[in-house]
Structures are given as structure tokens and as C-alpha cells.
């Protein structure tokens, strides 16, 4: 009976079982392109609805073709198609038996939209890493027609001052990379090269005030890091934009880019001639010496004329979809002249004139540099797990003369003077790179990297001057001329280790740094050399307390090594009265810093702060000194040159914030507060210094009617001083208004810069045998007006390209670095 009545049931099953349906699945199709420029929209997203049963949802996202491919069961949807700042595209009541192929979808832009796009898009200019902040400066209307320092005067914690020296939160040590190696960019002995660098060709400036093990040791300040623009849009496309401005400034430059899924062909090619005038003023009371020259009053103009070629072309090959090599050529060549005229007041005790002198100094000078570069990458399936391997050689050279003509006006005119010098440098460097990252664990919230970097780096120095002998003919100075070879050679090694478990974000590493100075006098046959070996950890710790609001704490020792003026024992003349001399004996400076840093983010604010503490050893000070000299008009000369006088601790507070009151108001701002105190002596005199100093931006953004953007920024610089020197307090300000033209595919920019002509710096300095005071113009007011055309590439598409970057997300990003 069992048997049966088991027999029949599975009758009865199999019966239902054939009458039941079989289900099917079915595949959707497509392509999404730009109806205006025909692009590939990667990255557009693909949802289907059950419409009977709503709570089935499924869907894709596009490739880098714009491509998509949905599986689902066969049934009736609602289909839609959409991508951010563009009209979807939506089917209802689809009924999907088969496979259905939607062909090729356009989609258009949709200006109610865009407002919104904009907001969600200044939200983004400021990213925040575990180690750094990234400032993504596309939309920063007062660079438009500048350089890279202009750009600079706009990050919160950066400032430059008249001679353009880069500073971080107050400390000028800072090291300076392009695309996270050292470059030819930034220039062979300062860095005047990157003035002369297109603020449009960057991409985005890293602040890096913690950097991890990753990073070069060198530069005490922190690190600036320097992304510049690289196409990622599929097909041909770019900008170009020319710009004319009084002073004489006149330019153009073009950033074009041509994408296939196997290569990415990228140029930016600019050039630039600009005259700068400028000037400065020096007041000086001497308290020995000659009783005539008891003041010496100098009052110098200059105009400095530069032409400036800088090109950067590259060419991307997608060897797999895992694998690609990249190869780039930089070149800049630079010419210029500078003409100076240096009028000298000697006045006696009552201040009388009683002798006046005119310097008439005329300056040639060219700059090339020649960069290759060759970067591979291999990623492996796991997302984040990737190796990398980049080589870099650099040949630069760069020669100055100069022709120096002297003249006495009071109180007879007589000829005094005639000399010429040139200086000439030529640097070869070489770079060795490879990094290696593997994800691990669950979710692969763990990861390990490792890494080597080799710089090898030699510098030539040639300085010559000839001054008139006694028949009249030009004799080299031996006291002046000087040949030098600089050669650095650092080998490093490093690891580092992050997690990420909850809330909870550690990233640990550990830097070695093998590091062989040699310095070689060729004139006289001296050499000098340095060889050690340094640890540098560093620890970087983060904790969300939601998506909203997070904590981070950071530690890192660092190292600034002197550069090849600092060693150099020979006298160079900045003026007749004033000499810098090298120290060969000086040593590296090191750095142990900590930060901590706090950030909330609000529907329409979001402030960043934190605190951070800094102490550094056989920091280095420049001491000013009379030599006990005098010139053949009786002044004393006076030498400045380095030492490892002091340590230097340094302790302060910042604070950032972004705030968009209105859709067509926005306003960021900043503000800096520092403590640095300095213990030290020298010949028997205290070089004790406590300084407290700080500085403010404030930058407002509005729309106004007809689409016109109008962008003013304001700066404040409190006053500082050290064991010698006071700088007195200095404000700027700039304005910029913004127009599209041509259906949005063009725009005009019009910019002034330092309004009200106010940048200059003024430093009192007090020694022992005399006080003056300078007042510097490095620069005066500029006005500039910038055209851009943007060809196969909307206003917005920047935009629209950092979300599909967001969206792609990457294991290494994680951690920074």
C-alpha cells in the first residue's frame, strides 16, 4: 500500500512539474553616447524595474566604449537610462521575452541639472587622504592666463613670497614633485623654474604635511605634489587657450588628448612672453667704518623680460586590460633678459649726500631642460593589487651673463667700473623607481607595499668673472671665479603596511635612505664627502566616526639636505656690497612632526582643522656679517652665508572651510597660526628667536545675471621675524570675472592680480655692525584676459570625469599615499 501511494505521488509531481513554466533569461543591450560630441559615456547607468513586482531591481554600468550588457529573467520592466547631468532616457511597460538590444542610446545635456552638478562638483575640490589633502584646481577663475606660484597663492597652508620661495604652514623646507617624482619643472637651483610653468596644465596640487613611507624623505615642510592634466576621455578632444595682459604678458596653450581602447596620446604645449618690472629698496645705517658712508640708501629697478616654450608629450599603450606602459618627453626652453639699475646714496652722519653711484647691470640668460620618462604598470585581478616601474633621465643645462657697468654721478661724474660674469649649470639626473601593492584579507581592507626609488643626481657649476685690469682689458677675478661638481647619489628602500577594520584606518611604514655627498673644487682641487645611512617611520591613523566626520593623527621623521649653493665656499655677488658664500661643513637638517587633523562635512559646509607640532635639529639659519671690507668707495661689504645653528620647534593651528550659501554663492577660506622658537649661538652672540605669525585666505565665488562668474580672493600675511630678520605684514587681493561664450564650448577670463599694488615685502634685519631695511616689488599689479575654446569636451566634462574616477574606486587610494 505504501508503495503505491508513493508511486502515485510521484505521478502527481512529475505532472506538475511538466506543466509549470520554465523560466527564462533574457539579455539587455546597448550603447550611450554623448548626442553632442558622439563620446562614449562610460560609466552611465542601466536600471531595470519589474513592473508588477517593484521590489526587483537590476542593472549595469557602461564600459569604456559605452557599452552594457544586462542579464535578467524574461518579464515586463521599466527601463532607464541615465548619467549624471544629462536627460535620461526611459522605457516603460517593456515586455522582455528574448533578448533585446537597444542599439545606440543618445543622451543630452539637461541645464536644469547642471546647478545641481556644479554644487556636487565644489564639494569635491577638496579630497581628503589618509596622508594628504588634494586640491583640484580647474575651477579657480584667478589662475586662468597664470603660473604655477599664482596657483599656489590659492591652497590653504601655501604661501610664496617675493622671491618666490615656496613655504608650508610657515616652513620653507618644503620638496616639490610633478606627478610624485622630482622634475626639471621645478628648476636646477631654485625655483624660478616653476613660475614659468602654466597654471592650465595642472591637474590638481597634494598637499602632503604626513607623507608616508612612499614619499622621498627630503624637505622638512612637507611635500607639494604637482599632478598634471592627462586625458582620459575616449576620442579626440582638448582645450586651447590664449591670453594677452599688461604688463606685457602674451601666451597661448593647448591641452589635447586622443584616447582608443589600446592607446592615450596627450600634449600640453604652451608659450608665454611676459615683462615683469619690478623693484626694490635698501636702507642701511652702519654703526663702524667710514664716517662719509655712515647710510647707504640703494634704490634698484629692474624689468625682467622671459620667453617661455614648455611642451610634455606622451603616449599611453594598453598592452592588456591589465597591463600598460607609458612614455613621455618634456621639454623648456626658456630665454630672457633682465636690466637693473642700481642708484646708491652714501650720505654722511647729518645725512648729507655725498657721493652717488648708478649700477647699470644687463642679464641674458637660457634655460633648457630635456625629460624623458617611462612608467609600466601591470594590475593583477584582485582590485588595488598592482606593480609599477617607472625610469626618468633628465639632462638641463642653464647659462647667465651678465654685463655690469659702474658710474659716479656725486659729486663728479667719473667713470668707475666695467665687469662681466656668467654662470653656468649643467645637471644630469637619473631616476629608478618601482612600487609593488598587494591587497589581502577580507574584503581586501589589508594591504602591504613595497618599494625601491634610486635619485642619482650631478650638478656642474661654472661662475666666472673678468673685471678691468690696468691697461683696460678684462682679467678674470681668481677670488671669484669657481668651478663646482655636486654629485648626489640617494638609494632607498621602504614598506608600509595599512588596515582598515571598520571605523578604524592604519597605515605604518619605514623609510631607508643611503645617501653619498660629493662635492669637488675644481679651481682649487678640494673635495668634500658625506656618506649616511637614515630610518625615517612614519604612522598615519584614521577614524570615521561616520561618512561625515572623521579624525586622523600623523607622524613622520623627514630630512632636508643642504643644495649645492649651500656647500659652495666661493663668494657670489648679489650687489658691490653684498656677497653669499657656501659652508662646506654644514650638515642635514632632520625633522620630527606630528598632526593631527579633524574634518565635518554639512549639507553646504565643510571644515577641515588641525594641530600640529614640529621639532628640528641643526636647522639651518643665514647669517649676515661684515667682512671687514670695504669697496673701493669705502662701504663695508657684508657676507651671508648657512650654518646648522639652532633647533627649531614649531607648533600650530589651521583651519579650512568650503560654504555654499546660495547655488550661485560659494566661499572658501583659511587660516593659519604658527609658533616657531629658535635656541642658538653663534661667534658668542644668541640667535634666540620666538616668533609667532600667521595667515589668512578668503575666497568668494558668485554667479551673477547673463551667467557671469565673479571670483575675488584676499590674503593677509602677519608679521615674523627670526634671530636677525623682521618682515613686516603684507596683503593681496585679486579679482577675476568669468563669461561662456559660443554655447558654452568658450570662455573669457578677465584677472587682476595684487589690486591695489600691495604685495611687496618688507624686512628690517639688526646685527651687531648695522641695521637696514628693504622693501621689495617683486612684482606689480598684472592684468590679463584669457580665451579658452574647448574642442569634443563640455564645460562640465571635468566634472563628469572625477565622478566616473569615484565610482571606479581602487584599493590603493585607501590608504593615500
Given at each position: 500500500?505504501?508503495?503505491?501511494?508513493?508511486?502515485?505521488?510521484?505521478?502527481?509531481?512529475?505532472?506538475?512539474?511538466?506543466?509549470?513554466?520554465?523560466?527564462?533569461?533574457?539579455?539587455?543591450?546597448?550603447?550611450?553616447?554623448?548626442?553632442?560630441?558622439?563620446?562614449?559615456?562610460?560609466?552611465?547607468?542601466?536600471?531595470?524595474?519589474?513592473?508588477?513586482?517593484?521590489?526587483?531591481?537590476?542593472?549595469?554600468?557602461?564600459?569604456?566604449?559605452?557599452?552594457?550588457?544586462?542579464?535578467?529573467?524574461?518579464?515586463?520592466?521599466?527601463?532607464?537610462?541615465?548619467?549624471?547631468?544629462?536627460?535620461?532616457?526611459?522605457?516603460?511597460?517593456?515586455?522582455?521575452?528574448?533578448?533585446?538590444?537597444?542599439?545606440?542610446?543618445?543622451?543630452?545635456?539637461?541645464?536644469?541639472?547642471?546647478?545641481?552638478?556644479?554644487?556636487?562638483?565644489?564639494?569635491?575640490?577638496?579630497?581628503?587622504?589618509?596622508?594628504?589633502?588634494?586640491?583640484?584646481?580647474?575651477?579657480?577663475?584667478?589662475?586662468?592666463?597664470?603660473?604655477?606660484?599664482?596657483?599656489?597663492?590659492?591652497?590653504?597652508?601655501?604661501?610664496?613670497?617675493?622671491?618666490?620661495?615656496?613655504?608650508?604652514?610657515?616652513?620653507?623646507?618644503?620638496?616639490?614633485?610633478?606627478?610624485?617624482?622630482?622634475?626639471?619643472?621645478?628648476?636646477?637651483?631654485?625655483?624660478?623654474?616653476?613660475?614659468?610653468?602654466?597654471?592650465?596644465?595642472?591637474?590638481?596640487?597634494?598637499v602632503i604635511t604626513s607623507p608616508s613611507a612612499r614619499y622621498d624623505a627630503e624637505?622638512?615642510?612637507?611635500?607639494?605634489?604637482?599632478?598634471?592634466?592627462?586625458?582620459?576621455?575616449?576620442?579626440?578632444?582638448?582645450?586651447?587657450?590664449?591670453?594677452?595682459?599688461?604688463?606685457?604678458?602674451?601666451?597661448?596653450?593647448?591641452?589635447?588628448?586622443?584616447?582608443?581602447?589600446?592607446?592615450?596620446?596627450?600634449?600640453?604645449?604652451?608659450?608665454?612672453?611676459?615683462?615683469?618690472?619690478?623693484?626694490?629698496?635698501?636702507?642701511?645705517?652702519?654703526?663702524?667704518?667710514?664716517?662719509?658712508?655712515?647710510?647707504?640708501?640703494?634704490?634698484?629697478?629692474?624689468?625682467?623680460?622671459?620667453?617661455?616654450?614648455?611642451?610634455?608629450?606622451?603616449?599611453?599603450?594598453?598592452?592588456?586590460?591589465?597591463?600598460?606602459?607609458?612614455?613621455?618627453?618634456?621639454?623648456?626652453?626658456?630665454?630672457?633678459?633682465?636690466?637693473?639699475?642700481?642708484?646708491?646714496?652714501?650720505?654722511?652722519?647729518?645725512?648729507?649726500?655725498?657721493?652717488?653711484?648708478?649700477?647699470?647691470?644687463?642679464?641674458?640668460?637660457?634655460?633648457?631642460?630635456?625629460?624623458?620618462?617611462?612608467?609600466?604598470?601591470?594590475?593583477?585581478?584582485?582590485?588595488?593589487?598592482?606593480?609599477?616601474?617607472?625610469?626618468?633621465?633628465?639632462?638641463?643645462?642653464?647659462?647667465?651673463?651678465?654685463?655690469?657697468?659702474?658710474?659716479?654721478?656725486?659729486?663728479?661724474?667719473?667713470?668707475?667700473?666695467?665687469?662681466?660674469?656668467?654662470?653656468?649649470?649643467?645637471?644630469?639626473?637619473?631616476?629608478?623607481?618601482?612600487?609593488?601593492?598587494?591587497?589581502?584579507?577580507?574584503?581586501?581592507?589589508?594591504?602591504?607595499?613595497?618599494?625601491?626609488?634610486?635619485?642619482?643626481?650631478?650638478?656642474?657649476?661654472?661662475?666666472?668673472?673678468?673685471?678691468?685690469?690696468?691697461?683696460?682689458?678684462?682679467?678674470?677675478?681668481?677670488?671669484?671665479?669657481?668651478?663646482?661638481?655636486?654629485?648626489?647619489?640617494?638609494?632607498?628602500?621602504?614598506?608600509?603596511?595599512?588596515?582598515?577594520?571598520?571605523?578604524?584606518?592604519?597605515?605604518?611604514?619605514?623609510?631607508m635612505e643611503i645617501s653619498d655627498i660629493n662635492v669637488n673644487l675644481t679651481t682649487?682641487?678640494?673635495?668634500?664627502?658625506?656618506?649616511?645611512?637614515?630610518?625615517?617611520?612614519?604612522?598615519?591613523?584614521?577614524?570615521?566616526?561616520?561618512?561625515?566626520?572623521?579624525?586622523?593623527?600623523?607622524?613622520?621623521?623627514?630630512?632636508?639636505?643642504?643644495?649645492?649653493?649651500?656647500?659652495?665656499?666661493?663668494?657670489?655677488?648679489?650687489?658691490?656690497?653684498?656677497?653669499?658664500?657656501?659652508?662646506?661643513?654644514?650638515?642635514?637638517?632632520?625633522?620630527?612632526?606630528?598632526?593631527?587633523?579633524?574634518?565635518?562635512?554639512?549639507?553646504?559646509?565643510?571644515?577641515?582643522?588641525?594641530?600640529?607640532?614640529?621639532?628640528?635639529?641643526?636647522?639651518?639659519?643665514?647669517?649676515?656679517?661684515?667682512?671687514?671690507?670695504?669697496?673701493?668707495?669705502?662701504?663695508?661689504i657684508v657676507r651671508r652665508f648657512p650654518i646648522n645653528l639652532s633647533t627649531d620647534?614649531?607648533?600650530?593651528?589651521?583651519?579650512?572651510?568650503?560654504?555654499?550659501?546660495?547655488?550661485?554663492?560659494?566661499?572658501?577660506?583659511?587660516?593659519?597660526?604658527?609658533?616657531?622658537?629658535?635656541?642658538?649661538?653663534?661667534?658668542?652672540?644668541?640667535?634666540?628667536?620666538?616668533?609667532?605669525?600667521?595667515?589668512?585666505?578668503?575666497?568668494?565665488?558668485?554667479?551673477?545675471?547673463?551667467?557671469?562668474?565673479?571670483?575675488?580672493?584676499?590674503?593677509?600675511?602677519?608679521?615674523?621675524?627670526?634671530?636677525?630678520?623682521?618682515?613686516?605684514?603684507?596683503?593681496?587681493?585679486?579679482?577675476?570675472?568669468?563669461?561662456?561664450?559660443?554655447?558654452?564650448?568658450?570662455?573669457?577670463?578677465?584677472?587682476?592680480?595684487?589690486?591695489?599694488?600691495?604685495?611687496?615685502?618688507?624686512?628690517?634685519?639688526?646685527?651687531?655692525?648695522?641695521?637696514?631695511?628693504?622693501?621689495?616689488?617683486?612684482?606689480?599689479?598684472?592684468?590679463?584676459?584669457?580665451?579658452?575654446?574647448?574642442?569634443?569636451?563640455?564645460?562640465?566634462?571635468?566634472?563628469?570625469?572625477?565622478?566616473?574616477?569615484?565610482?571606479?574606486?581602487?584599493?590603493?587610494?585607501?590608504?593615500?599615499?
Open positions: 500500500m505504501k508503495k503505491i501511494f508513493f508511486m502515485m505521488l510521484v505521478i502527481i509531481s512529475t505532472g506538475l512539474f511538466a506543466q509549470a513554466p520554465q523560466i527564462t533569461k533574457v539579455k539587455v543591450s546597448g550603447t550611450v553616447i554623448d548626442g553632442e560630441t558622439g563620446q562614449p559615456l562610460e560609466y552611465a547607468t542601466i536600471t531595470l524595474q519589474n513592473s508588477k513586482r517593484t521590489q526587483m531591481i537590476t542593472g549595469g554600468i557602461t564600459d569604456a566604449k559605452g557599452r552594457f550588457e544586462v542579464e535578467t529573467f524574461a518579464g515586463t520592466y521599466n527601463i532607464k537610462v541615465e548619467y549624471i547631468s544629462f536627460k535620461a532616457i526611459e522605457m516603460k511597460e517593456k515586455s522582455l521575452k528574448e533578448n533585446f538590444d537597444m542599439g545606440v542610446l543618445k543622451l543630452f545635456t539637461d541645464s536644469q541639472k547642471l546647478d545641481e552638478v556644479k554644487i556636487i562638483a565644489e564639494k569635491r575640490d577638496v579630497e581628503i587622504r589618509l596622508d594628504k589633502k588634494i586640491y583640484n584646481v580647474g575651477k579657480d577663475l584667478t589662475i586662468k592666463g597664470g603660473t604655477f606660484t599664482d596657483l599656489l597663492e590659492n591652497i590653504p597652508s601655501v604661501t610664496t613670497d617675493a622671491d618666490g620661495t615656496v613655504s608650508l604652514r610657515g616652513n620653507a623646507n618644503v620638496r616639490i614633485l610633478i606627478d610624485g617624482k622630482p622634475s626639471g619643472l621645478v628648476g636646477l637651483s631654485s625655483t624660478d623654474a616653476l613660475q614659468q610653468l602654466p597654471a592650465d596644465a595642472i591637474e590638481s596640487v597634494e624637505g622638512t615642510g612637507g611635500i607639494i605634489n604637482i599632478i598634471l592634466k592627462k586625458g582620459k576621455i575616449q576620442g579626440l578632444n582638448g582645450t586651447f587657450s590664449v591670453t594677452t595682459g599688461t604688463p606685457d604678458n602674451h601666451g597661448g596653450n593647448i591641452n589635447m588628448n586622443y584616447r582608443t581602447p589600446k592607446i592615450n596620446f596627450f600634449n600640453t604645449t604652451s608659450y608665454n612672453y611676459r615683462n615683469s618690472p619690478g623693484q626694490t629698496t635698501n636702507l642701511r645705517e652702519n654703526f663702524f667704518g667710514n664716517p662719509e658712508n655712515k647710510f647707504i640708501d640703494e634704490f634698484r629697478d629692474f624689468d625682467r623680460i622671459r620667453n617661455n616654450f614648455n611642451t610634455n608629450l606622451g603616449l599611453e599603450y594598453f598592452i592588456t586590460e591589465s597591463t600598460s606602459i607609458l612614455g613621455s618627453v618634456f621639454y623648456r626652453g626658456n630665454g630672457g633678459k633682465t636690466g637693473t639699475e642700481n642708484l646708491t646714496n652714501r650720505l654722511n652722519q647729518s645725512r648729507e649726500l655725498v657721493n652717488q653711484t648708478l649700477r647699470l647691470e644687463n642679464q641674458d640668460e637660457f634655460e633648457r631642460t630635456l625629460q624623458y620618462s617611462l612608467n609600466f604598470q601591470k594590475k593583477f585581478k584582485t582590485d588595488g593589487h598592482i606593480l609599477t616601474s617607472d625610469f626618468q633621465y633628465e639632462d638641463s643645462n642653464e647659462n647667465q651673463n651678465s654685463i655690469i657697468n659702474e658710474t659716479q654721478i656725486f659729486p663728479t661724474n667719473t667713470f668707475l667700473d666695467f665687469e662681466t660674469n656668467s654662470t653656468k649649470e649643467d645637471q644630469e639626473r637619473i631616476l629608478i623607481q618601482a612600487d609593488y601593492v598587494l591587497p589581502y584579507g577580507k574584503n581586501k581592507q589589508s594591504q602591504f607595499e613595497l618599494g625601491y626609488r634610486g635619485n642619482f643626481n650631478e650638478l656642474i657649476t661654472d661662475f666666472r668673472v673678468d673685471t678691468l685690469g690696468i691697461g683696460g682689458e678684462l682679467v678674470l677675478d681668481q677670488n671669484l671665479s669657481n668651478e663646482l661638481v655636486y654629485e648626489e647619489n640617494i638609494n632607498a628602500l621602504y614598506a608600509q603596511w595599512g588596515t582598515k577594520k571598520g571605523k578604524f584606518s592604519v597605515l605604518l611604514g619605514m623609510r682649487t682641487g678640494e673635495s668634500f664627502n658625506e656618506n649616511y645611512t637614515d630610518f625615517f617611520p612614519t604612522i598615519n591613523l584614521g577614524w570615521e566616526f561616520n561618512d561625515e566626520e572623521s579624525l586622523t593623527l600623523g607622524f613622520n621623521r623627514r630630512i632636508t639636505r643642504p643644495r649645492s649653493r649651500f656647500v659652495n665656499p666661493f663668494p657670489s655677488r648679489s650687489s658691490e656690497t653684498n656677497i653669499f658664500q657656501g659652508n662646506p661643513d654644514i650638515d642635514p637638517s632632520y625633522s620630527n612632526g606630528y598632526d593631527l587633523a579633524y574634518l565635518r562635512r554639512w549639507d553646504k559646509l565643510t571644515l577641515t582643522s588641525s594641530i600640529f607640532y614640529q621639532r628640528n635639529t641643526d636647522v639651518f639659519e643665514f647669517i649676515s656679517e661684515d667682512t671687514g671690507q670695504l669697496t673701493d668707495n669705502g662701504d663695508p620647534e614649531r607648533v600650530g593651528f589651521e583651519f579650512a572651510g568650503n560654504y555654499t550659501p546660495l547655488k550661485w554663492w560659494r566661499m572658501n577660506g583659511s587660516f593659519n597660526l604658527f609658533n616657531s622658537k629658535r635656541d642658538g649661538d653663534f661667534g658668542g652672540v644668541s640667535f634666540d628667536a620666538n616668533n609667532t605669525s600667521w595667515f589668512t585666505r578668503l575666497n568668494s565665488r558668485i554667479t551673477l545675471p547673463s551667467k557671469i562668474d565673479f571670483q575675488q580672493t584676499i590674503f593677509y600675511s602677519g608679521p615674523s621675524e627670526n634671530s636677525q630678520n623682521k618682515n613686516i605684514s603684507v596683503y593681496t587681493a585679486n579679482l577675476a570675472l568669468s563669461k561662456d561664450i559660443l554655447k558654452e564650448k568658450g570662455s573669457l577670463v578677465l584677472n587682476v592680480r595684487d589690486l591695489f599694488n600691495s604685495g611687496g615685502r618688507e624686512t628690517d634685519t639688526r646685527t651687531s655692525t648695522f641695521t637696514s631695511n628693504s622693501n621689495n616689488q617683486f612684482r606689480k599689479r598684472q592684468i590679463t584676459l584669457t580665451f579658452t575654446y574647448r574642442f569634443n569636451q563640455k564645460k562640465n566634462q571635468r566634472e563628469r570625469n572625477q565622478q566616473r574616477n569615484e565610482n571606479q574606486g581602487g584599493g590603493e587610494e585607501e590608504f593615500g599615499g
